[in-house]
Structure formats: structure tokens, C-alpha cells
């Protein structure tokens, strides 16, 4: 057989320890200055929501989460957050429906309009979370400075330190940016080994990490009852529960691009935002207080007294907790999607618990929230650790890692909860 006797073009070479110590320092300082404008950030709306919900509605003699205070304040969020798309610079950015956690570089005019957006929408109350305009800003301004000051460095190069940074301080971990990281390399051609790749993101991640951890003391865990020794009924109970998860998730990815249809005909910001704020105003009315806002706060409040709630009670918060999420993100609002994701698979699993006692609240829990994040994120690795960080149980892990499998085989290859700039779902 004739043989190929062309020459082959020499490999790159690795990345050597002298080409990446002097990424150490760029890093920390993304790292660092991510996490900071992230606290700054969730503080001032954290201020700003206790004047909203607390203070106003306390002067004015009005229930704080009565029905008239949820259709004001959402309705006027809508208004408010519609005015800066309107009229800031660069309309807040792109449309968040076409937007995930891999964020584009805008340029700086775009992201003061793109801040605001955001943190009035934290206090307001819609069901979005910080993490998409978070990262979104960290990048663009990573980006600026990092052009600037160093302008010899590849520009992708500071997009992966904000976006791992950013990944970092939200979690308070290193870890969930390094698993977002390898997560995307797996799809690309590198050279060098993997840890060459996410050396300097990794350092930015625990920098941001550890800014977030120092300052702000964060904790996802639940404080759910201890999961003991798993049986075989614990393995049956995590494959359904996290296909139920996958599957109630694809039901709001599939339902996606016709509700951002909907609120695209109205073609104006300030139509679709406060139109949007009004039906996230009556989902309040109908799912309670505890499905507003982000829902971090609202789960550990769930999570506080697994039985407090009837299993019809836990189901009607996870499908108007989805459609609150559904509609914040089709009208326009800036925000991610994983926390409010957190909360429906919270509310899922102990839907579960509720219907079927001998399904531990712990396992329900983990289990949800991994199958409705896998359907939202379609990020495999961050729906494993979310999961598992939320119950910190060893024991739970093997069960979150076989029930993944059938999880995933529900999600992959279908439409994603992303759009593209033609409406069309990314798959």
C-alpha cells in the first residue's frame, strides 16, 4: 500500500511554567475584581429590595407581599427596567434570551446601562438570577482593561478569566468554574495538556472565590437531614426523580421561543417589560411570596421545614417558579437562569418527598434540582456540582452521577433554553 510521505507540521509545543507564572498576577486581580463587583452589586440590590418590599409597603400601610404590592412592584420593575433598555447606551445588551453563561464582549458604554438593568431587576423580584449580566460585565471589562494595560494578550485570554472568576465568586468555589471550563475545552482543540489550559482561569476562580468567601461568607447548603447508606429503592427514587426534573424542564425549553414570540410582536421595550412584569405580578399572586426574585433565599426557606407544604403546595410553586422564569427571560430582563432553575428542582423534589414519605427530602432535592438544571443549563458538570453542594452528602453523590445518565439522554440533542438572533431555538 502506498504510504504518506508528506511531512508533518511539528506539534506546538506545551505552554512551560515561564509562559504561565506570568499570568498569575493578571489573573488574581480579574479574579479579585470580579468577585467585588459582584458583591457590589448583589449588596446594592439586596438594599434596595428591602426598601421595595419592606420599607415602602411599611410606610404606606400595605401588606408587603400582598397581591396589590406583587402587581405594583413587578408591573413598576417592568417600567423601570424597560426605561434603561430604552433609553441607555447600547439598550443593556443583547437580547437575554440569545444569551448564556458564555457571554459576549460588549463594549464599556454598554455595561453601566447593562448593571443597572440588572440590579433593578434583583430587587424588583423577577425569578432571574445575577449570573448572566454579572459575567457579561466582568467580560467586557476584563476585556477593556486587559487591551489597555496588556496589550500583547490574546483578548480571549481575559474573556475566560472573568467568565471562570465570575463562575468562581457566584459559588464561592474554585471548583464549579474548573468544571465549566474543561466542560467547554472538551469541544475544542487545545494545545497542551488540560491543566496548561485552565491554569490562569483556575487561579482567577479561586481568587474570585476566596474575595467572595472572605467577604460575603456564602453557603449553598441546605442543612437538609443527613442522608444515610443508600439502598436500591434511594437508586430507583434518584432515576425518576431526575427524569421528572429533565422532563418538566423541557417543557419550559420547548414552550420557549413561542412565549419570546409572543412578547416580540410588541416590539418596544417599554410594552414588553412592563407587560411582562404584570404576568410575573400575577404568578406571584398565585405561587406565593417565596416565588419571586432570584430564589436562593426562597429555598433555604423551603428547605427549613421539608414538611411545611403539601405535595400540591411544593408542585404549584415548581411550575409557577418555571413559568415565572419562562416569561422573565422572553419579555426582556437581565438575568440568569440557574438560580431560579435551583428553586423549581428544590420544589420538585420535595413534592416528591411530600407524596411519597419514604423519599428522603435530602435525595429528593439533589435529584431535582440536578434534572431541571441539566434541561435549563444544559451544562452537565455545573448541574452535578450544584446538586451535590446543595445537600453536601458523599453517600448522595453516586446516586446524582448514575441518575445524570437517563437525565441527560431526555436533553441532549433537543433544543436548548437559548435563542438565536432569528428566534430559532440553539440546539
Not at 271 to 300: C, I, N, R, Y
Request: some cysteine; glycine content about 12%; aromatic content about 6%.
Amino acid at each position: 500500500m502506498p504510504q504518506d510521505t508528506a511531512p508533518q507540521a511539528p506539534a506546538a509545543p506545551a505552554p512551560s511554567a515561564r509562559a504561565l507564572l506570568p499570568l498569575i498576577l493578571p489573573s488574581l486581580l480579574v479574579g479579585v475584581g470580579a468577585s467585588l463587583l459582584f458583591l457590589g452589586v448583589s449588596e446594592a440590590a439586596e438594599a434596595f429590595q428591602d426598601v421595595l418590599w419592606q420599607d415602602l409597603p411599611d410606610a404606606l400601610g400595605v401588606g408587603r407581599y400582598s397581591v396589590l404590592w406583587m402587581l405594583v412592584m413587578l408591573t413598576t420593575t417592568g417600567v423601570a427596567v424597560g426605561l434603561v433598555v430604552w433609553k441607555a447606551p447600547g439598550h443593556a445588551g443583547p437580547d437575554p434570551a440569545t444569551t448564556g453563561l458564555a457571554a459576549p464582549t460588549l463594549p464599556p458604554v454598554v455595561l453601566p446601562g447593562l448593571l443597572l438593568a440588572a440590579t433593578l431587576m434583583l430587587a424588583g423580584g423577577p425569578s432571574l438570577g445575577p449570573e448572566n449580566p454579572i459575567i457579561a460585565v466582568n467580560v467586557g471589562l476584563a476585556v477593556w482593561c486587559g487591551r489597555r494595560f496588556l496589550p500583547r494578550a490574546p483578548g480571549a485570554l481575559w474573556a475566560a478569566l472573568a467568565e471562570a472568576a465570575t463562575i468562581g465568586a457566584l459559588f464561592g468555589t474554585p471548583v464549579a468554574a474548573a468544571l465549566v471550563i474543561s466542560e467547554a475545552l472538551a469541544g475544542r482543540q487545545t494545545k497542551g495538556a488540560l491543566w496548561d489550559n485552565v491554569f490562569a482561569p483556575l487561579v482567577a476562580a479561586a481568587a474570585g472565590a476566596i474575595t467572595t468567601t472572605l467577604v460575603a461568607h456564602p453557603s449553598f447548603d441546605l442543612d437538609l437531614p443527613a442522608f444515610g447508606r443508600p439502598g436500591w429503592g434511594d437508586l430507583l427514587t434518584a432515576l425518576v426523580i431526575a427524569s421528572a426534573g429533565a422532563l418538566l424542564g423541557m417543557a419550559a425549553v420547548y414552550a420557549f421561543p413561542y412565549v419570546h414570540a409572543a412578547f416580540a410582536r410588541l416590539r418596544h421595550p417599554m410594552l414588553m417589560l412592563p407587560l411582562g412584569g404584570l404576568v410575573l405580578g400575577l404568578l406571584g399572586a398565585l405561587g406565593g411570596h417565596l416565588t419571586l426574585f432570584k430564589g436562593l433565599d426562597e429555598v433555604a426557606e423551603l428547605a427549613s421545614d421539608p414538611e411545611g407544604w403539601s405535595a400540591g403546595g411544593f408542585a404549584g410553586m415548581a411550575v409557577v417558579k418555571l413559568a415565572a422564569l419562562l416569561v422573565a427571560t422572553c419579555c426582556g430582563f437581565r438575568g440568569g437562569r440557574i438560580f431560579p432553575a435551583v428553586f423549581v428542582g428544590t420544589a420538585l423534589g420535595l413534592c416528591a418527598h411530600a407524596l411519597v414519605p419514604d423519599v428522603h427530602p435530602a435525595l429528593g432535592v439533589a435529584t431535582g434540582v440536578l434534572g431541571v438544571l441539566l434541561a435549563i443549563t444544559r451544562q452537565g458538570w455545573v448541574s452535578l456540582f450544584t446538586a451535590a453542594v446543595l445537600v453536601s452528602s458523599p453517600e448522595i453523590l453516586a446516586l446524582l452521577c448514575i441518575a445524570s445518565l437517563p437525565a441527560w439522554l431526555l436533553v441532549t440533542g433537543r433544543p436548548q433554553m437559548q435563542l438565536r438572533e432569528d428566534g430559532t431555538p440553539v440546539r
